[in-house]
């Protein structure tokens, strides 16, 4: 069975930073994109961040831009999403999303499109309070 598992969420300050993990099962990602999205209460979800398999030119939504950063371990199946500098607006559910089936348009490929993404986690709370 192929499963996206996310940790590292918790409860934490406007300010704090936390490191979410992603860890995939079942089969190999390492030559997949990766996605972070974000779905705060009546909210659609939303794109955060996205990584090609090679862990090139990882891009970022504007709201979270030079305070998260994306990155991956191919060896260990895993994507990580560390946060800096929270705000009150980053709560959200925090998903992981793996991108099995676009074409590689390039080494550095990756999309913001949700449904260009084929496997989700269950997601993982993420509450900042001010």
């Known amino acids: 069975q192929v499963q996206l598992v996310e940790s590292g969420g918790g409860v934490v300050q406007a300010g704090g930073s936390l490191r979410l993990s992603c860890s995939g099962s079942g089969r190999t990602f390492s030559s997949d994109p990766m996605g972070w999205f974000r779905q705060a209460p009546g909210k659609e979800r939303e794109f955060v961040a996205a990584?090609?398999?090679?862990?090139?030119?990882?891009f970022y939504a504007d709201s979270v831009k030079g305070r998260f950063t994306i990155s991956r371990d191919n060896a260990k199946n895993t994507v990580y999403l560390q946060m800096n500098s929270l705000k009150p607006e980053d709560t959200a559910v925090y998903y992981c999303a793996a991108d099995v089936n676009s074409p590689r348009l390039s080494s550095a490929y990756a999309s913001r499109l949700r449904d260009d993404y084929d496997y989700w986690g269950q997601g993982t709370q993420v509450t900042v309070s001010s």
């Open positions: 990584i090609s398999w090679s862990g090139g030119s990882p």
